[in-house]
């Protein structure tokens, strides 16, 4: 029987992923990847922010995407009803 694990550097075996789609923004001096990926133990997303070559990543599982989904537009929702920031560098 074949097996879907591989070896990695740190002697964890390594799972064999699919990637379904990619998407990247740029945020300011910030860089975002979201990969939604497949493997034996099911779907994902995985979300890379890089900062200059540093890297840190979530993976959430698929079946919380819709709840992840209505908790960034909550955000956004409140985000947009706040007043404008102030710029404290303006005084």
């Known amino acids: 029987m074949a ?12 799972v ?3 990637t379904l789609r990619t998407e990247k923004i740029q945020v300011e ?3 975002f990847l979201f990969t939604l990926k497949e493997n034996p133990r099911g779907r ?3 979300i890379t922010e890089d900062v200059g070559g540093r890297r ?3 993976i ?6 819709e709840d992840f989904t209505q908790v960034l537009k909550t955000m956004c929702e409140v985000y947009n009803e706040l ?3 102030e710029n404290p560098d303006e005084d």
């Not at 959430?60 to 995407?65: E, F, K, N």
Request: hydrophobic letters at 20%; proline letters at 15%.
């Open 3 to 14: 097996s879907n694990y591989k070896p990695s550097y740190g002697g964890k075996p390594r």
């Open 16 to 18: 064999d992923e699919d």
């Open 44 to 46: 994902f997303l995985r």
């Open 83 to 85: 007043p404008p920031e």
């Open 56 to 58: 840190d990543t979530i």
């Open 60 to 65: 959430l599982p698929a079946t919380g995407l």
């Open 29 to 31: 001096r910030k860089t």
